[in-house]
């Protein structure tokens, strides 16, 4: 590890509420994103949530904020020292929740199911991160790279139509389509991981230069966000299922 990023025993596996709290703000902009998509699934609304730009904007700074999030997060690990074991027991919390996402759509959605979302963009993007964590600056270039490969390869498709088969499931969660597959949420590695790099790249600069804007205090009416934020996860998985179990014992909304 850089020595710049080394820390006194004291900070080991610290919290730091600043970085929860922006978390929890990306996980209650989700829940309420998400519920106005089950009202509308079950017909309290009439919106078009897969090509509207309020809701396809929206999805999107809330998918940005939450792998940035996840990018800060592991540079705050990898300069406390975590260790493999524990990566690993962290990681196989958000392999299984992302089967669980997939099993459960599956029953929901049989003809659009998750196959490839924000949780398994996470599984995989996660061990590559942390693998990278020692790139310095060059996060930066790569988290560019990946962005700018997403209108890359559309322009791709069209000089070259042999890569059609990028658009076939086996291989569209790397992200390198013409066209976006019909599933309910769809998080490729092209481009999402620049996000997630740009988040640890991010996070390892305000470590080195801006220690207090990561470390310090929050208001107290953000504790509520900084509790959401650490448990994410927990939260990920059971918002749906309560949401959805609320509006199915309310029942559908009257016809005219």
């Excluded at 569209?172 to 998080?187: A, C, H």
């Amino acid at each position: 590890m850089p020595a710049a990023l080394q820390r006194p025993a004291q900070d080991h596996r610290q919290r730091y509420d600043r970085i929860d709290a922006l978390r929890g703000v990306a996980i209650a902009w989700m829940t309420v994103f998400h519920f106005c998509f089950d009202l509308n699934h079950f017909g309290w609304l009439h919106q078009n949530f897969y090509a509207d730009p309020l809701w396809t904007w929206q999805r999107t700074f809330i998918v940005s904020l939450f792998l940035f999030c996840a990018g800060c997060g592991q540079a705050i690990a990898v300069e406390q020292g975590q260790g493999w074991s524990r990566f690993w027991k962290r990681w196989a919390q958000v392999a299984a929740c992302a089967l669980l996402v997939t099993a459960g759509s599956l029953w929901m959605y049989p003809k659009s199911f998750i196959y490839f979302g924000v949780l398994h963009a996470i599984a995989v993007m996660l061990i590559v991160v942390r693998l990278s964590a020692g790139w310095g600056r060059w996060l930066w270039i790569a988290g560019a790279v990946c962005l700018a490969l997403k209108p890359a390869a559309g322009f791709a498709h069209q000089v070259w139509p042999a890569l059609d088969f990028l658009n076939d499931r086996a291989f569209n969660w790397l992200g390198l389509v013409s066209r976006k597959p019909i599933t309910e949420d769809y998080v490729p590695v092209i481009p999402w991981i620049g996000v997630i790099w740009w988040g640890m790249a991010t996070g390892q600069w305000l470590l080195r230069h801006r220690r207090q804007w990561v470390t310090g205090a929050i208001a107290r009416g953000a504790s509520p966000l900084a509790w959401l934020g650490r448990w994410s996860l927990s939260w990920y998985m059971l918002h749906q299922p309560v949401l959805i179990g609320v509006l199915m014992l309310v029942g559908r909304p009257a016809g005219p």
